[in-house]
């Protein structure tokens, strides 16, 4: 079985700040993909990053960015120049490849 798990879901947002959010996964699958999702305050969900577990380098995607860590099955997203519009819940999630 795959679990994600989130230490912190929300998180504040300063203006012009860094926010780094951190997410750990449990699978025994080598094959795989990593989300990042944030829920606005209207409730409307919106896709940020993916990462392929068989990429070698960190996805990246404007000012989101992410620290994957395929050995210690961690999977952080950082928010660089962050702005009043990232104020919203944070999920990470998993997909099996197939």
């Known amino acids: 079985a795959q679990t994600v798990t989130q230490p ?3 998180e504040s947002v300063q203006e012009t700040g860094t926010v780094t959010l951190d997410c750990t996964y449990s699978t025994s699958e080598s094959g795989y ?3 990042w ?3 606005s305050p209207s409730g409307e969900m919106v896709f ?3 990462q392929n577990a068989y990429e070698q380098q960190n996805a990246t995607n404007d000012r989101y960015s ?3 860590q395929k050995e210690a099955k961690t999977f952080s997203l950082k928010i660089s ?3 009043l519009e990232d ?4 999920f990470c999630a998993y ?3 197939r």
């Open 8 to 10: 912190q879901p929300q």
């Open 87 to 90: 104020a919203a819940v944070y």
């Open 81 to 83: 120049d962050s702005q």
């Open 33 to 35: 993909y990593l989300f």
């Open 48 to 50: 940020i990053i993916r």
């Open 95 to 97: 997909s099996g490849a």
């Open 37 to 39: 999702y944030k829920q």
């Open 66 to 68: 992410v620290n994957f």
